[in-house]
């Protein structure tokens, strides 16, 4: 999936100029080695126009949650590093900062009733159907934003709205027609399936071993990582009713059924004093916290663990796992308990032995070369192969396709239309698809079609407009940037 995603990372990133924040409540993605000191340092100058940390971070999480809602599970943290997403991030909020300075120059400008309007947009936002400035600045809070910093970016995304539409063009009906022929070309084409189980592959010691050392790097311990820690069980505040009933008098918003409406004090009272059990036992452990810290008390409890068998919650391990050695971290609360962690020594990766990494080896040994057989044997019989004939195929006749999965289908086909030779053969996963186009037709001309088109050919359009728009602003205004990039 790596290699085909990098292969066609630039239809995948098909730059979205007008990128607003599309839900409330995403923390931003991990960013491993990219630290950039203060919140609120500068990482560009675009034009007059400062590029922050946090624009730069939004950007990034922004194209990180698209691509994991494109491929789901698939993607990780560490697909997104080999795909340099930081870098692809990084030259997207350029660009918008470009097309933004253009805004500037053209005297264009965000009003309070345009961000008004748009702040109502968010259900996050709204008690009772209407906008609440109390839950407003309260959800913001919750996610470590403030109502300036996200009005900053509301305003960011407006203006860009503004400026796509001085680009926005209206296709005609002939444009509309010629394209929808073309879309929908009609096919007669011959195929053939091979797959990984139609290769052999005789797995020697020494190729597994010879595999190995040249991918030794693949095969890698874990990072182990020492602690030493203490816990503290919540402990109960005995708080009176008149404490009970001013905790929920000031948080009441808290406290909500499943149906969003606001339980009443008697509803909300074993969940207020949990709250304040919480509260009190926060303020026990750090005063543990300080006296362990001045070396008064000592952590006991000693234990080693990777990040995969780290035991506390994804945001608590990575706050261990980004601490510095011998930093003592402030009590944390786990299941019911605050935890105090000390990070006593790191143990870095290092290559598994041959004997540890053997199976792992020989699995991977065979894949790839299976792969490659796979491909060499598509090589050969493309020109000469005997297969299954279909006439009348289009882009959207998965339902013709019955030798491929319905989800297998519509890569094929979607490649296929895309293929610039007659005969060739397509990669799918763990198979290939061989093909021969014996005849082809444009498509007839469906009126049906029409707003499937228009929308297809208006995005064509606008998207080579503000390219070029950008590749014009790029030698009109200064960029100074602080970051290195591969992309």
Do not use: C
């Not at 409540?25 to 007059?48: H, I, L, M, N, R």
């Not at 080579?464 to 602003?473: A, D, G, P, Q, V």
């Amino acid at each position: 999936m790596i290699s085909w995603m990098q292969r066609h990372k630039k239809w995948l990133v098909i730059t979205i100029w007008i990128s607003t924040i599309a839900f409330v409540g995403a923390g931003f993605v991990g960013w491993g080695s990219y630290e950039y000191g203060k919140q609120g340092g500068v990482v560009a100058v675009v034009g007059d126009r400062e590029v922050s940390v946090e624009e730069y971070q939004e950007e990034y999480s922004s194209l990180y949650e698209q691509y994991a809602r494109l491929f789901g599970d698939s993607f990780n943290q560490e697909t997104a590093d080999k795909l340099n997403l930081k870098d692809v991030a990084y030259k997207q909020v350029l660009q918008k900062n470009l097309i933004l300075s253009y805004g500037d120059s053209l005297g264009l400008k965000v009003t309070n009733e345009d961000i008004a309007k748009e702040l109502v947009k968010y259900q996050a936002f709204l008690t009772d159907g209407k906008f609440d400035k109390e839950t407003y600045i309260k959800v913001l809070s919750q996610n470590r934003t403030t109502p300036a910093k996200f009005e900053e970016s509301l305003q960011r995304g407006i203006l860009l709205t503004k400026i796509q539409k001085l680009f926005d063009v209206k296709a005609n009906e002939k444009e509309i027609e010629n394209l929808s022929k073309l879309l929908f070309l009609e096919d007669d084409i011959s195929m053939k399936i091979l797959t990984l189980n139609d290769i052999s592959v005789e797995a020697k010691e020494d190729e597994i071993k010879k595999y190995w050392e040249a991918n030794k790097n693949a095969y890698m311990s874990e990072v182990k990582y020492q602690l030493m820690s203490l816990d503290m069980p919540l402990l109960s505040s005995n708080a009176n009713e008149e404490e009970i009933k001013s905790y929920y008098d000031k948080f009441r918003l808290d406290f909500k059924k499943e149906d969003g409406k606001i339980k009443s004090f008697e509803e909300a009272k074993t969940d207020i004093i949990e709250k304040l059990d919480e509260k009190h036992t926060k303020k026990e452990a750090l005063k543990k916290y300080l006296k362990i810290k001045k070396g008064d008390e000592q952590l006991k409890d000693v234990a080693t663990f990777t990040a995969s068998t780290m035991p506390y919650s994804v945001q608590n391990n990575e706050l261990i796992i980004n601490s510095k050695v011998g930093s003592l971290n402030k009590p944390f609360l786990e299941n019911n308990t605050f935890v105090i962690t000390q990070l006593v020594k790191v143990e870095k990766a290092k290559p598994l032995a041959y004997e540890d990494a053997k199976e792992m080896a020989k699995k991977d040994y065979i894949y790839v070369t299976k792969q490659k057989k796979l491909e060499q044997t598509a090589q050969e019989q493309v020109s000469s192969f005997n297969g299954v004939s279909i006439k009348g195929v289009t882009r959207e006749s998965i339902d013709k396709i019955t030798l491929l999965e319905a989800q297998e289908a519509a890569q094929f086909l979607n490649q296929l239309f895309s293929a610039t030779q007659k005969e060739g053969f397509i990669k799918l996963n763990d198979k290939v698809v061989l093909y021969k186009i014996n005849n082809s037709k444009f498509g007839s001309y469906d009126k049906t079609r029409n707003s499937a088109v228009e929308s297809t050919l208006t995005q064509l359009q606008s998207q080579e407009l503000m390219t070029n728009l950008i590749k014009r602003l790029e030698n009109s205004y200064e960029i100074q940037s602080s970051i290195e990039t591969k992309e």
